[in-house]
């Protein structure tokens, strides 16, 4: 994503063109196959110098030439100041009340509406009694969107684990993840890409199960109670029975609609199976 700086020799790099002096020297003419053009050159007896001047670093957004209308890659551009001081405030909040393991995490912001101007590596969740629960991987989300998802965890899972031997980890399928929604080309950003949502793959205890949206053992009632309190919680929630493309993990976001207070709560549970009438007599 980043058009990244260009280092180290062009004597050893591959895939570069040949620099001018090389052109002045009247060598025979090779366009980016700089190696085999070493070769060439020492077979002529012409000595290389060490080191060869590096060509212009490639600019991360080309000019745009009349008629062309290629996607150009994303660049980084300057966060407003009102956004870097509330980012930077939610951040210093979200890390005084003591409710995760977390890191705070450099602001970016992209041209093509990505990243955060607060963010935190969240490697763990910090139960009310002390235990902390990791999320594997750890996961980049905005810092209000962790503080409501250490909540969540705290006030809501954890407890409704407790009759199951108890929360142990939580592992993550995604988090901040500069995508359209879905991965279809064309669509608009996910929440994944402001950093905003969190992918649920699946929820370990303490005795080793393991549960998840489309883990048949996962009980019937303690995935009624995660799409409860996930529904009460954020403003999308998306599970199997969705969109066809939530089947196998729980998304949870706090995407802000132009219709505040429009919620998104799309999860079918498994229907329970029903017994088998009894055989009469
Ligand atoms: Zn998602």
């Known amino acids: 994503m980043t ?64 008629g062309d209308n290629r996607p150009r890659p994303p660049h980084l551009i300057e966060i407003p100041a009102a956004e870097m001081k509330a980012g930077v405030e939610a951040c210093k909040a979200f890390l005084a009340r003591d409710i995760a393991v977390a890191e705070i995490a450099e602001p970016a912001m992209w041209s093509n509406g990505c990243g955060a101007a607060g963010q935190a590596k969240v490697s763990a969740i910090k139960l009310k009694n002390g235990k902390q629960v990791p999320l594997r991987p750890s996961a980049l989300i905005r810092c209000e969107t962790a503080a409501a998802i250490a909540d969540w965890v705290r006030e809501d899972l954890a407890p409704a684990l407790e009759g199951y031997s108890g929360l142990d980890r939580i592992q993550v399928a995604a988090s901040y993840h500069c995508r359209p929604r879905n991965n279809i080309r064309g669509a608009l950003m996910s929440e994944h890409g402001r950093a905003n949502a969190l992918d649920i793959r699946y929820i370990f205890t303490s005795d080793g199960r393991r549960f998840g949206v489309d883990v048949p053992e996962t009980p019937i009632l303690l995935m009624n109670e995660m799409r409860r309190s996930t529904c009460a919680r954020f403003t999308t929630v998306l599970g199997p029975g969705s969109d066809g493309y939530h089947e196998d993990h729980l998304h949870i976001d706090l995407a802000v609609r132009r219709n505040s207070g429009y919620r998104l709560c799309r999860w079918q549970l498994p229907v329970p199976p029903t017994p088998l009438p009894r055989p009469e007599g």
């Open 3 to 66: 058009g990244g700086k260009q280092t180290g020799s062009p004597i050893r790099a591959a895939g570069q063109c040949v620099p001018d002096f090389l052109r002045r020297a009247a060598l025979a003419v090779v366009f980016c196959a700089w190696p085999l053009g070493a070769v060439h050159a020492q077979s002529e007896g012409i000595a290389l110098p060490e080191t060869a001047p590096m060509p212009l670093e490639r600019p991360l957004e080309a000019p745009a030439r009349p």
